[in-house]
């Protein structure tokens, strides 16, 4: 029998969800335990400013399927990490110290954890949110490799990535969110399109608009390949 | 020199100009948005990011400093980045983020920072 014949006959004899299915059950769940703290649609940012992003409690999930590689998702959900060592907002999960501000661990939200069913029903809903298909259409970027010394450099030194974000384990700040998980998290086109132009896919995002060329985001975006097939 | 004196002198240079109060609330709201997290919740150029810095952020409660430099040289960094002003890549430019309005609030706010405190 063959893959697609089988797949069929394990949907049609209920052993195993279809993804329409799949992501109509996890809708209801999205949005009874997420809405809360993610948009699930996009914000009038226009209107609310500044402070939609000081307000904001996870991040906005309306284009989740435009941004995540669903398997991860899944998995996270079930296990959920710290990506962002100081949180979503970093500036509320700091306090003042005697060298520098320190994060502060009580004021970081913990993310809920779902069991596997659930998991899988939320990240199939989640892949369907897409709002930003045009971003995504718009983005040529295809994976090709980098020396890890060049591709470092153009993190740390050329760029100043690393002024925000880690690029391994303990190495760099911690206002963004970790980057050497970041080909495992997110899809290329995303990673490339977002290091071009953030505030297209984000107007309120707290990274800079850099006006990055596409070879220079292609650096980027393959040194991030480079180091999250190093950190499986 | 004592930092009344020159507080005056920047007045008198122009380095201060009226800023209007709503102004600065937006600065400062702005400045807590994207600029604590290297330059301090403070201001004293001591974020959280501080660890992984090779170059320390301006403190922007450094009178001398802050008066050496012009508005229009802060809104330059602000805008262009480090590089423009022959500073660091480190401090990026936000020019693609904040609209020209936004950024005079952000200096606005620095102004208070370095230069207005306690008055």
């Not at chain 2, 004293?44 to 008066?67: C, I, K």
Request: hydrophobic letters at 40%.
């Amino acid at each position: 029998m063959k893959q697609g014949t089988l797949l069929a006959a394990l949907v049609l004899g209920g052993l195993l969800q279809a993804p329409a299915a799949l992501a109509a059950g996890g809708e209801e769940l999205v949005r009874t335990e997420c809405a809360a703290c993610h948009a699930l649609e996009r914000p009038d940012y226009e209107a609310l400013g500044i402070q939609e992003r000081i307000d904001r409690k996870g991040p906005p999930l309306y284009y989740a399927g435009n941004k995540f590689q669903q398997a991860w998702l899944e998995s996270w959900l079930q296990n959920p990490t710290r990506l962002r060592p100081a949180g979503i907002f970093p500036p509320a999960a700091v306090r003042e110290a005697a060298e520098s501000d320190v994060i502060d661990p009580d004021a970081l939200i913990q993310h809920p954890s779902l069991n596997a069913g659930q998991a899988s029903e939320a990240a199939a809903y989640l892949m369907s949110l897409q709002y930003h298909d045009d971003l995504i259409e718009a983005n040529g970027y295809e994976p090709g490799s980098i020396a890890q010394r060049m591709g470092q450099l153009n993190f740390t030194k050329f760029n100043g990535c690393d002024a925000c974000h880690s690029d391994e384990p303990g190495y760099g700040g911690l206002s963004g969110p970790e980057l050497y998980t970041a080909w495992q998290r997110l899809q290329p086109k995303f990673i490339a399109s977002y290091i071009a132009d953030p505030v297209a896919w984000d107007p309120n995002t707290l990274m800079p608009k850099s006006g990055l060329n596409d070879d220079a985001v292609s650096r980027l975006t393959n040194y991030l390949k480079l180091i999250g097939e190093e950190n499986p | 020199m004592k930092r009344p004196l020159l507080v005056v002198a920047a007045l008198a240079l122009g380095c201060i100009p009226f800023v209007h109060a709503d102004d600065a609330a937006h600065g400062e709201k702005l400045y807590t948005a994207y600029c604590v997290q290297c330059h301090g919740l403070s201001g004293h150029g001591d974020g959280v990011n501080l660890p992984a810095l090779t170059v320390q952020p301006r403190n922007h409660h450094d009178t001398a400093e802050m008066m050496a430099r012009s508005d229009e040289e802060l809104f330059k960094a602000v805008k262009h980045g480090g590089k423009s002003v022959n500073k660091s890549v480190l401090m990026p430019a936000w020019g693609g983020n904040l609209d020209d309005n936004e950024i005079h609030a952000l200096v606005s706010h620095m102004r208070n920072l370095c230069c207005r405190d306690g008055e």
